[in-house]
C-alpha cells in the first residue's frame, strides 16, 4: 500500500459517513469552508465510507476543492450502533497509521454533527495540539457525570472521557493497545491514553445545543461545536448562519442568559430521571460546574 508523504505538521480530517443525510450535512459544512480564508496549516481531508455504501463522487469533488483529498470505504463488516461507528473509527485510525506517516500533526474524528465556527478554526486547532509535545488526544472533556436524587446516593451514569469527535495522534492506532479496542471507542481510548498523561483537554471542540449555538458562536474559545443528542439538520443550519449585528449587539447578555440555562437545566433533571435524555442533561450540567470552577481557579 502506496504511503502518502506528508509534511510533519499535516492534519487529517476525518468525514465518516452512513447515508445521504450525512453526505447532506457534509455538503454544507463544504460550501461553508469555501468562505474561509484558506489555512496556514496542510490538510488532508479523509472521507470514510461506511461498508454498505459506495463513496460518494458528489463529496470528493466538494472537498477536492478545498485541500487534497482521499476517498476512502471502510472494510470491516460491523453494523449497528454503537458497534458499526466504532469499527468505522479503527478502520480509519489504520488506514491513517498505515498510509499517512511522517507526520506529527493531528487526524480529527469529524462527524457531520459538528460544525467549524471560526474561519481559522483548523489553524487554531493545530496550534494548541503543538502546545509542548503534542498528546495522544485532544478533545472536549466530559467529567463524571451523577444523577443526583433526593435522599438517595447520587448515581453514576457517564465515567470520565473524551468525547470521540476529538483530534488524534496519526500514529493512534499503533500507540493503542488492543484492549482499546474493547467498547465504544471513546470511552475506551481515552483510560489507556490517560495513563500516559497524553490526553490534553480543549475548549476549542465543544457541545452545544439548539438552544444556545448563536451564542456559542460569539465564544472566543470556541472554535467547532458538537450538537450531541441534537436534531443534526437544524443544528448544522444554525451553526453555519452569519452572526447578525443585532446578536453582537447583545452579546453582553450571554453570561446571564447561560445562568438561567443552568438555572432551567437544574430544575429539569428533577424531572427526567432515567434514559439517554438525564445522561445528556446532567452531562452539561457537570460540564458547566468544571468549567466554573476551572474558571474560578
Not at 483548523?122 to 498528546?135: F, K, Q, T, V
Not at 471513546?186 to 475548549?203: F, G, L, W
Request: include cysteine; glycine fraction near 4%.
Amino acid at each position: 500500500m502506496k504511503v502518502i508523504p506528508m509534511p510533519n505538521n499535516q492534519n487529517v480530517v476525518i468525514l465518516p459517513y452512513f447515508c445521504d443525510d450525512e453526505i447532506q450535512r457534509y455538503l454544507k459544512i463544504a460550501d461553508k469552508l469555501r468562505t474561509f480564508p484558506q489555512p496556514e496549516v496542510d490538510v488532508h481531508y479523509l472521507l470514510a465510507c461506511s461498508p454498505r455504501r459506495s463513496p460518494s463522487p458528489e463529496l470528493y469533488a466538494a472537498y477536492s476543492e478545498l485541500a487534497p483529498c482521499t476517498s476512502f470505504q471502510c472494510p470491516t463488516q460491523v453494523f449497528g450502533y454503537p458497534q458499526g461507528p466504532t469499527a468505522m473509527y479503527w478502520d480509519a485510525m489504520e488506514f491513517i497509521a498505515e498510509n499517512f506517516a511522517g507526520s506529527d500533526g493531528f487526524s480529527l474524528w469529524f462527524e457531520s454533527d459538528m460544525a467549524p465556527i471560526k474561519s481559522d478554526w483548523i489553524d487554531r486547532l493545530s496550534a494548541e495540539w503543538y502546545e509542548g509535545e503534542p498528546p495522544l488526544m485532544m478533545g472536549c472533556y466530559v467529567p463524571e457525570v451523577y444523577k443526583h436524587r433526593l435522599f438517595r446516593r447520587p448515581k453514576l451514569l457517564l465515567q470520565p472521557h473524551v468525547n470521540g469527535g476529538a483530534c488524534y495522534a496519526t500514529d493512534f492506532a499503533k500507540r493503542m493497545p488492543p484492549q482499546a479496542r474493547d467498547g465504544v471507542f471513546d470511552m475506551a481510548v481515552y483510560q489507556y491514553a490517560r495513563k500516559q498523561d497524553q490526553v490534553r483537554p480543549t475548549r476549542q471542540i465543544s457541545f452545544s445545543t439548539l438552544g444556545r449555538v448563536r451564542r456559542d458562536l460569539l465564544d472566543p474559545d470556541k472554535a467547532l461545536l458538537h450538537g450531541f443528542m441534537q436534531e443534526k439538520d437544524p443544528f448544522i443550519e444554525a451553526c453555519l448562519k452569519p452572526v447578525t449585528q443585532r446578536e453582537q449587539n447583545t452579546a453582553a447578555w450571554i453570561p446571564l442568559r447561560d445562568r438561567v440555562e443552568t438555572l432551567s437545566r437544574r430544575v429539569r433533571v428533577c424531572f427526567v430521571r432515567r434514559g439517554h435524555r438525564a445522561m445528556f442533561e446532567n452531562m452539561l450540567l457537570a460540564k458547566s460546574r468544571m468549567e466554573s470552577q476551572n474558571r474560578a481557579a
